[in-house]
């Protein structure tokens, strides 16, 4: 859009108006009038609206004297200073910078025509903002006004014409003709240049049309007719007019996909829409009918255009310039699955419509998608929300078809339009903004995820609504009065004449036609009035609730409870074989668990209707009735079943046959009848699980019959249809679960259950009446307390076992899975090398291409020649392209600073012309001292040269070896040698050595013994050629001499030959004595005897050094690459060549992909002053330098420093910059990761197009820019790779000036494919106020600026959910491909691994019974290389991302979505929800959604392990910490989501447990194995107080029971972190080998690895349970810096007081207690046995944050901590206050989620609470004080004591409010009385009441806890305590209590800090990865010391 057509005159402007402060005058700037500006009277035309203006500007075009005024650069020469064009108001960015950044660029050149593009830009900045009210506009406008006036004479003396107007053309007119001159050039040597030109004469165009304007008609007829191409600023494809000498518009496909796009024959309406813009394309014309954006439009054309070249190239077997209807096809089928599916969902016709004639066909196929395709671009926040965008498009499609075809309006009787045609915002206004509201109302109401999920509708409620034909009652044109439009859920019972919801349902429904369904809203009659009401929940409720994880995976329990029951029942009856359980008695006994089966499922029916209660509204009718008739069916089934047992046990008489046999008579009972019956349903079910093509025909069908067949198992649901997965799938998994399931039961019956039976009949048996308590439940039999504590902790192991069970079949099947598919196929260096030879052939099948050949000529060739196949691996090209593709590998290495200059030369191999006959010459690095090998071998061997040749050649290695020094000796020695007499004598030596070879004489003609001497002096000489120093020529000279002595005297047995040859020389002389006396000391040195220095040829130059590292390297070369990284890198692309992957396709042929990189407020690159600045003790680029010590080196070296110290003067600062980002987890060393993706793309195109015979001459274009093959390859490049980095606030940090955004321009610059992506928000004037307005927008960067592209408008702001989703939304549009790539900014990627991307995209291709729609990859952390934690979480990472996601994928068939190197299929994505769900709060953990949102929708997960990615993790303790509290805290939001319950419900059984316990499983596993721990102590502490324990020892005589013992260890198995250990062995063994892997798994628990595994489990159950149960789940930022520095004792309690802290030192005081009361009558051994584990959980519950924490034990910081402490702990809180300032406002903060949570979770909470007075209850009576009296006057007097003591704290309290300050000595002799009376109490208690000391320690054992319970009532009732007055007191206490825990943390910290020992092997425990690779850690914790100081 032309600003010009829209922008008032300036020059004609009144200044009297002072309140624009546009154009201010002299009186009000106090400057005076600029000349040329022509006063006027200001116009108050109200109809004028900025669009547009008859005021023109006057310009002075004669050559006359114009009235200069006086200028502030008078008397000097102007010198030329750019205008800031970066900083400018966000309202006026978009539409001022382009004129203002052409100014600064032409401002040397061209002064006059700078200063009009400035003044130009005051004109527009003027007319968008007359009043000057929009932040910063008013200083932006003074500022450029002042400088105009500064500039005005110096310019127009400048001026080379008489007029502005003219000296405008003229520039105007250079830049064009240097357009036309070089446009048709592909050079990129000009490119840049071009860019920048066209760029400047379009602004200049702009600029010459509103002068032009404004200078009259005269001069409008001088300027230029046609419209300006020049330059439109475009992303990939320049399709303006002056694109087409672009090579990317060259190509074929891209010329088809253009003609089909611009084919606008035979639509209607094109003489209209052509008056408005003459070159019109598919996209215009859908533009001007439906009213879409510019932007968009734009942006769509080229989406899809993109997507037709690629499509149509894969399709078109021949380079076709016409679209072929097979591209178009797949398209067709891709964009429109899902709306078709949807259409056939809701039975209603698909409104695309296509004529019979092809090319009509193809045009309307094209409309169709480009409508699509521009719905989804702006539908904003609607596209997660696809079938809302598939209303959207079905109305619109059927007013498409209606224009297409001439259809004529019902009502109107005129031609169809669209509902909403018109303006240009039209959609977004009147259809997405609406919906857009609903949504961010809906949102509104989550306050921050405060409150409860079914209180508000989120995105997935809203998407369901168009599940249903009720959506269709919205009509169209929407009724925006509709049910669905209402957010107010207040209003629906106070509406008394609103119609029911199924009144309109069954209204809706009855609209079965297209035309009720397209037709006009009908006026609101006066009858149907009526409010909207608040929908509610859409088919499911998102309820907080433990019953959920029942309910979405009830059948897993169902079977679990009836399985245990089934055992229970068979221990009691003392089985000894299997096969008695068809006893008739005892299986109608166990036949009993389906009265259980009734009963659950009755539950299940239950909370089926409670749980979707609040969805009433939107489910039908049907789903109702079903759910009702269920419960009743359970209902019935409940009474029935056990009315038959309890009859048939009571009759039965029907017994075994004699012998006992299950073969004999059959005895049928009444129940098992009905057990039959009951099992009919199952059976069905049964049929269907085994056969499983029958369920999803069944499922996915429409007709009646499969429609009644599934409604009554399944709620009809979109989606969760046909999820069914292949026979041969379902067989695996099935066999992996029933192995699984066979060991878990054989353990729990033998080992749990069956010894448990025989100790319960005792107890049972018992009567035990004498308690050591005031038992309140007297009258209970059979010890049932007793027996309940025993069971309890077993039967909570037995339910949650399976996961260990699960972690060792995982290990098991993914090591044997990885073992057959080659992983670990080189491991070691010394396997690389034995393997090297083999590399090229593995990476030509794999990574080249194959010959495309006719298929006849194929066949032919490979019937005839069976070799064929291998012949084409070995055919000339084959080992060059590995060659070269090796070399850029290396390359990249020395790039990336992991490998030297040495190490890069000794690992290259040279690129030669012999490379086209085969042969090799392999990397020094696998030749290292093969050559001395040789030489030794030769010099100790005794016997023929036939035998010695044969044991050389057994190494093929030394074998190249020795023949590659031979010649190169004999190269370098031709090209040295010029003299004629020492060439020929040269020549006869080595002829007679190879006379010598071809006679194998060589033994009898050499003295062997003496080749070592000619080695070494080979040596020297080749020294002193790679030195090329001129000064030692007489050195060379030497040596060559000593050289020919050599071989001549002492070499050669027989060397009279030579000496034959120089005394014929010496005969022709004529002077025999003189020849020997005076001419063999000067051989060769005479001065044209030698060519030295050599020719400065590059060949020759490698040749010589390469023969020098083939002489001098020895053994250390076999270490070579040295660094770690370089090492792993390398031999895991060796590994992935064996391993299975497809075919890699050519360039042009391969699927295209985006790359999606979100980014907020992360590192882009570490700035200069977080490089050096040491705040955190020592400075980042210190911490690196230590850190990574050889890749310093490096560094330097690549940047020829000397210096190793670290920074200096010498380092350019953006290169130390980027040396320290690239190695933290930054956003710039993530994007020169994936932008390795485009440089190997551009080098395998360049092998594609290349003939084999001119890649040696070729190559190097490659990385040139100058000429047209590198721009073909940039072409073919950009077509199928695009990088998008969303930058969400990268507009506000330009126009804050923040640093970051100079660094993301600086990655535009360095990466000119890479593509910014950001929202814009700024004001925009309305009516004279102001209103925030929201743009997506694309930026590029050109000419050093960054250039806007495309700009979506908004309906308001992106950020209504969770912001990373939110954000790749906006972004989303940007991306191109039929792939997409989401990586995080916290990942890398490397040359190597990027060269397998076309293989992975091909897996898209493969058809495996379904495609696949989301690709897995593996990721490699590479944080984990210093400290132990990292090492830890590296190692756990890497064993879930590898054997973990390895068995999700295949057999298990549940891998969803774990993080971001998945590809996804983008299209697929893109038409179903995105990539990512975004509903605050319930979407935690936005990824993983993805994945389950495709399995839902019948996608296909796969993982494969042949390609990686880098990515960075957490470090310290507290990140870790942190990050596993973020994720269970999604976890638990998962168990509530509706995806995780339609998963449960709609898989199959085997795949349903896959799902539960690879998801939330996991983490309520953990969560049990925690409660079983408190389970077991207090019920061991029940037995203990009550005396039930003893009594059953001394009395029963019931010793250690095994099966307890065997549940403990069980779950200790999970505690002790060892169920992470498995699979960690196991992958590393796979990997590295098996010995390594137990080496490093040894040293991981000497590391203290146990501890910190069991601490992270604790992490997961506090943050999961406490989640489910009162919500408050957020996104915790751990940062990304890679230092790890000390952690404050304030920070470590803050964050593990409540989850780790507390329920530590419960443990804890529970252990001492159980130890206390049990001593008497238990041994210490069991004691042991049974409570060792709690023991470690609990100390490393208290003390592992100090254990992990650097300088944990020193003492200087010790001091520290203890002062920060009590700061934290005594300082007042408040609003502002942070909790790390404050312990009030941490407190505070902690307990918030209290406040938001409903009634059953307060309930719930304060039952909890009590545990502590029941605690208490049992420890009262074993008071001395009490005199054994077992009264509950006893307890109730104990909480007089306790009352006693709180009143006794609160009148202190008081005291110190009102005396401290006063009346202090008051105050201090009040304390003293009360403490004494205190002592007297006691003292008078223990004459008279014998209290004892021990009572005293029991009472605080009982009365402390107690305290604790009270404070936790009191902040679940906080209200009700604030109402009484006891909060503040409360707020006391809980200080007192928090105070009291950390100095018992403290103390025993602070004692060992005493001891020197303890911190030095703290810090070798914590870094002693770091200590084997020889790191220097110490000076890091020393600059941390020192800075403390």
Same mark, same amino acid.
């Given at each position: ?62 050559? +006359? ?81 002042? !400088? ?161 070249? %690629? ?122 903004? @609406? ?33 249903? @034909? ?53 006026? +609101? ?13 859409? %088919? ?112 039965? +008489? ?106 319960? !009949? ?86 080249? @291409? ?178 090329? %120093? ?150 980042? %680029? ?6 990574? @010590? ?148 694309? &930026? ?125 299929? !983008? ?70 989501? !509706? ?191 049974? +409570? ?103 307890? &109730? ?45 006691? &003292? ?64 025993? &910290? ?40």
């Amino acid at each position: 859009m032309h600003i010009h057509t829209r922008s008032h005159n300036i020059y004609t402007l009144c200044p009297c108006n002072l309140s624009t402060a546009v154009l201010y005058s002299k009186d009000f700037l106090g400057i005076p009038q600029m000349a040329e500006i022509v006063l006027a009277e200001p116009t108050d035309d109200p109809n004028q609206n900025s669009a547009g203006t008859s005021r023109r500007r006057v310009y002075d075009t004669a050559d +006359t004297k114009r009235p200069f005024i006086r200028s502030l650069t008078l008397g000097r020469e102007h010198v030329p200073e750019p205008f800031d064009s970066e900083k400018l108001p966000v309202t006026l960015v978009s539409e001022i910078q382009k004129f203002l950044r052409v100014a600064n660029q032409i401002e040397v050149e061209e002064p006059r025509v700078a200063y009009l593009c400035r003044f130009h830009a005051f004109e527009v900045a003027h007319n968008l903002d007359r009043n000057s009210s929009g932040r910063g506009v008013r200083q932006f406008k003074t500022s450029l006004l002042q !400088r105009l006036e500064q500039d005005e004479e110096v310019t127009i003396r400048k001026r080379r014409e008489k007029s502005d107007l003219r000296e405008l053309r003229r520039v105007y007119r250079q830049y064009k003709d240097y357009i036309i001159k070089h446009g048709g050039e592909y050079t990129l040597e000009n490119r840049e240049r071009l860019i920048r030109a066209r760029a400047i004469a379009s602004i200049l165009f702009e600029v010459l049309n509103t002068v032009t304007s404004a200078a009259g008609s005269q001069a409008h007829a001088e300027t230029e007719n046609a419209r300006s191409e020049f330059y439109m600023p475009y992303n990939i494809l320049p399709l303006d007019q002056g694109g087409i000498p672009h090579a990317i518009m060259q190509l074929p496909e891209i010329k088809a996909a253009v003609a089909a796009v611009r084919n606008v024959r035979s639509l209607p309406f094109l003489d209209d829409f052509r008056r408005q813009t003459p070159y019109l394309d598919l996209f215009d014309w859908l533009q001007f009918c439906f009213g879409f954006q510019k932007g968009n439009v734009a942006n769509q054309r080229e989406h899809l255009i993109l997507l037709l070249a %690629n499509t149509h190239v894969r399709h078109s077997h021949k380079q076709s310039s016409k679209l072929v209807d097979g591209a178009l096809d797949a398209l067709m089928n891709k964009f429109f699955k899902n709306y078709t599916e949807w259409c056939k969902f809701l039975n209603r016709k698909s409104n695309i419509w296509l004529p019979y004639l092809k090319q009509d066909s193809q045009q309307h196929k094209l409309l169709y998608i480009a409508l699509y395709l521009l719905i989804w671009g702006e539908a904003a926040n609607l596209r997660f929300m696809p079938e809302c965008l598939c209303y959207i498009f079905h109305h619109m499609a059927s007013e498409l078809h209606g224009m297409l075809s001439g259809a004529l309006s019902m009502i109107t009787g005129e031609r169809v339009t669209p509902a909403y045609g018109g303006g240009s915002e039209n959609f977004l206004n009147c259809i997405i903004s @609406p919906i857009y509201e609903v949504i961010l109302k809906e949102a509104m109401k989550n306050r921050n995820g405060t409150t409860d999920h079914s209180t508000w509708r989120n995105y997935d409620d809203l998407n369901e609504f168009f599940w249903s @034909p009720d959506c269709f009652g919205i009509g169209w044109p929407m009724r925006l009065d509709h049910d669905f439009f209402c957010a107010d859920p207040l209003k629906n019972d106070k509406t008394k004449k609103s119609r029911a919801p199924n009144e309109i349902r069954e209204e809706a429904r009855r609209e079965n036609n297209e035309d009720d369904e397209m037709g006009g809203n009908s006026p +609101t009659t006066a009858n149907d009035t009526r409010r909207p009401i608040w929908l509610g929940k859409t %088919n499911f409720a998102e309820i907080r609730s433990f019953w959920q994880i029942f309910r979405s995976f009830d059948r897993m329990w169902s079977f679990l409870i009836l399985s245990l029951q089934a055992m229970i029942i068979m221990a009691c009856h003392d089985l000894e074989s299997p096969i008695q359980v068809f006893d008739a008695s005892i299986l109608e006994d166990v036949m009993s668990i389906f009265i259980t089966s009734a009963v659950l499922k009755l539950i299940q029916a239950i909370f089926d209707i409670v749980f979707t209660w609040k969805a009433r509204r939107t489910m039908d009718t049907a789903h109702r009735r079903k759910d009702v008739l269920k419960m009743v069916m359970a209902m019935m089934w409940t009474i029935i079943l056990p009315i038959f047992y309890a009859k048939s046990r009571g009759k039965y +008489t029907c017994y075994s046959t004699r012998n006992g046999s299950w073969l004999g008579e059959w005895c049928y009972s009444s129940y098992m009848i009905a057990v039959a019956f009951y099992l009919t349903s199952n059976a069905v079910n049964m049929v269907l699980f085994l056969v499983p093509a029958v369920g999803r025909y069944i499922e996915t069908s429409n007709t009646q019959m499969c429609t009644m067949l599934s409604w009554w198992t399944r709620p009809r649901l979109y989606i969760g249809r046909g999820m069914q997965e292949s026979q041969v799938s379902l067989l695996k998994y099935t066999l992996f679960w029933m192995l699984l399931l066979l060991s878990k039961f054989s353990f729990s019956y033998t080992f749990e259950i069956k010894p448990l039976i025989s100790p319960t !009949r005792q107890i049972m048996r018992i009567g035990i009446k004498n308690y050591d308590w005031h038992e309140l439940f007297p009258k209970v039999k059979s010890n049932a307390c007793a027996i309940a504590a025993i069971w309890s902790p077993i039967i909570l192991v037995y339910f949650m076992d399976a996961q260990i069970w699960y972690s060792i079949y995982c290990s098991v099947f993914g090591g044997v899975y990885g073992i057959l598919h080659h992983l670990g196929e080189i491991r070691t260096q010394g396997m690389l090398r034995s393997k090297f030879d083999t590399l090229s052939s593995a990476f030509n099948a794999c990574l080249i @291409p194959p010959q495309s050949k006719d298929n006849k000529e194929w066949i032919t060739d490979w019937l005839c020649h069976p070799g064929f196949l291998k012949d084409l691996e070995n055919k000339k090209g084959g080992v060059i392209k590995f060659v070269l593709v090796w070399n850029q590998i290396i390359s990249s290495f020395r790039d990336e600073d992991i490998i030297s200059n040495r190490e890069m030369d000794l690992m290259i191999i040279p690129m030669s012309s012999e490379l086209y006959s085969g042969r090799v010459y392999w990397p020094v690095f696998l030749l290292a001292n093969k050559l001395s090998t040789a030489l030794s071998i030769a010099r100790d061997f005794v016997g023929k040269y036939d035998t010695l040749l044969k044991r050389i050649r057994k190494d093929n290695y030394m074998y190249l070896v020795v023949i590659e020094c031979y010649e190169s000796l004999k190269y370098i020695l031709d090209i040295l040698v010029v003299g004629d007499l020492e060439r020929r004598i040269i020549s006869g030596i080595i002829d007679e050595f190879e006379e010598s070879i071809g006679k194998s004489s060589l033994l009898e003609d050499l003295h062997i013994s003496k080749v070592q001497d000619l080695y070494a002096k080979c040596i020297d000489l080749v020294e002193l050629l790679v030195d090329g %120093n001129e000064d030692h020529h007489y050195k060379v000279v030497k040596v060559l001499q000593d050289i020919f002595e050599l071989v001549t005297d002492d070499l050669l047995v027989n060397g009279s030959r030579t000496l034959d040859l120089l005394h014929a020389y010496q005969q022709l002389e004529g002077d025999e004595t003189e020849f020997f006396s005076h001419f063999e000391p000067e051989l060769f040195a005479s001065s044209h005897s030698i060519h030295f220095p050599l020719p400065d040829s590059d060949p020759l130059i490698e040749k010589i050094k390469r023969f020098h590292l083939l002489l001098t390297v020895k053994d250390k070369a076999m270490y070579i690459p040295s660094n770690l990284e370089a090492r792993r890198r390398i031999s895991f692309f060796a590994t992935s060549l064996f391993m299975d992957m497809p075919k890699a396709p050519k360039v042009r042929t391969m699927l295209s992909f985006s790359v999606l990189t979100p980014h907020f407020m992360e590192e882009v690159k570490f700035s200069k002053k977080e490089l050096h600045s040491a705040k955190e003790g020592v400075s980042i %680029n210190f911490y690196m330098q230590r850190i990574y @010590p050889d890749e310093w080196e490096n560094f330097l070296e690549r940047i020829g420093s000397e210096k190793p110290d670290s920074v200096n003067d010498e380092i350019n600062e953006e290169d130390l910059r980027d040396w320290a980002s690239f190695r933290g987890q930054t956003l710039s060393r993530t994007v020169r990761g994936m932008m390795y993706y485009r440089k190997a793309l551009k080098l395998q195109a360049f092998l594609d197009m290349t003939e084999d015979d001119d890649i040696i001459q070729s190559y190097d274009a490659i990385d040139k820019e100058n000429d047209t093959l590198s721009a073909q390859l940039d072409a073919l490049t950009d077509m199928k790779f695009t990088h998008v980095v969303s930058c969400q606030i990268y507009g506000s940090q330009k126009s804050s000036g923040d640093p970051q955004a100079q660094d993301i321009l600086d990655l535009m610059k360095r990466y000119p494919a890479l593509r910014v992506a950001y929202v814009e928000e700024k004001e925009e004037i309305v009516n004279g106020g102001t209103r925030k307005v929201y743009s997506s927008v694309l &930026v590029r960067a050109v000419n050093g600026f960054d250039q806007e592209i495309y700009r979506i408008k908004l309906p308001g702001s992106p950020n209504i959910g969770e912001g990373k989703p939110e954000n790749q939304n906006h972004s989303i549009i940007f991306t191109r491909g039929e792939a997409l790539q989401a990586i995080d900014m916290n990942q890398d990627n490397y040359l190597e691994e990027s060269l397998k991307m076309r293989n992975l995209l091909q897996e898209f291709q493969r058809v495996q019974g379904r495609r696949p729609t989301i690709l897995g990859m593996r990721e490699h952390i590479f944080t984990g290389s210093v400290s132990s934690l990292a090492w830890f979480m590296s190692y756990q990472e890497t064993s879930f991302v590898t054997i973990g996601q390895r068995i999700l994928a295949n057999p298990l068939r549940v891998r969803f979505h774990y993080g971001h190197p998945d590809l996804f299929d !983008r299209i697929f994505h893109l038409t179903r929800g995105g990539i990512s769900k975004a509903s605050k709060t319930i979407n935690l953990s936005e990824d993983v959604y993805a994945g389950f949102n495709t399995t839902l929708r019948k996608g296909y997960v796969t993982y494969h392990e042949y390609i990686q990615v880098g990515k960075g993790r957490d470090v310290g303790l507290n990140q870790i910490s942190k990050y596993e509290a973020k994720v269970a805290n999604g976890n638990s939001e998962q168990t509530l989501s !509706r995806d995780i319950y339609r998963l449960g419900r709609r898989f199959d059984f085997f795949r349903m447990l896959s799902c539960y316990f690879t998801t939330v499983g996991f983490y309520f596993n953990s969560l049990i194995s925690m409660i079983a721990v408190y389970v077991f102590l207090y019920g061991q502490l029940y037995l203990v107080l009550s005396g039930l324990q003893r009594s059953l020892l001394l009395e029963a005589k019931v010793k250690n029971i095994k099966s307890l013992e065997t549940a403990l260890a069980s779950q200790s198995f999970i505690q002790l972190g060892l169920l992470t250990g498995l699979p960690m062995v196991i992958e590393i063994g796979l990997e590295r080998g098996f010995l390594n892997a137990i080496k490093d798994f040894v040293l991981m628990q000497l590391q203290l690895a146990s501890v910190f595994f069991t601490f992270s489990y604790g992490t997961k159950s506090h943050y999961y349970g406490r989640t489910i149960l009162h919500g408050g789940a957020k996104y915790r930022p751990t940062g990304r810096k890679v230092v790890v520095f000390h952690s404050s004792f304030t920070e470590n309690y803050r964050l593990y007081s409540r989850s780790h802290f507390v329920k530590g030192f419960e443990l804890l005081l529970l252990l001492i207690v159980y130890d206390l009361f049990r001593r008497s009558y238990e041994s210490s051994k069991a004691y042991v046995l049974i +409570t060792y584990a709690i023991w470690f959980m609990s100390m490393t519950w208290l003390f592992a944050p100090f254990l992990f924490n650097p300088s944990g034990f020193d003492w200087g910081k010790i001091v520290d901590d203890w002062t920060d402490w009590n700061k934290w702990i005594k300082q007042q809180g408040g609003i502002g206050i942070q909790q790390d300032k404050s312990w009030h406002s941490w407190w505070n903060e902690e307990q918030a989620h209290l406040l938001h949570s409903g009634i059953t979770s307060l309930i719930i909470e304060l039952l909890l609470s009590f545990r502590f007075f029941i605690y208490q209850y049992g420890l009262v009576y074993h008071l001395d004080i009490s005199g054994k009296s077992k009264n509950f006057l006893v307890y &109730v007097l104990s909480w007089v004591v306790i009352v006693v003591i709180f009143l006794l704290l609160k009148v202190v309290n008081l005291g110190k409010q009102y005396l401290s300050a006063n009346f202090h000595m008051a105050f201090r002799l009040f304390k003293v009385i009360l403490f004494l009376g205190v002592v007297a109490t006691i &003292v008078t208690l223990s004459f008279i009441c014998d209290l004892s000391l021990k009572d005293l320690i029991i009472c605080c054992l009982a009365f402390l806890p107690t305290g604790w319970g009270l404070i936790l009532v009191s902040q679940t009732l906080r209200p009700k305590m604030e109402c009484i007055g006891l909060w503040e007191f409360t707020r006391v206490f809980a200080r007192a209590y928090d105070y009291g825990m950390g100095v018992l943390l403290f103390f025993p &910290v602070a004692v060992l800090a005493w001891l020197p020992i303890i911190s030095a092997f703290q810090t070798r425990f914590l870094f002693n990865e770091a200590f084997s690779r020889r790191l220097q850690i110490q000076p890091i914790l020393a600059g941390k010391k020192k800075k403390r100081r």
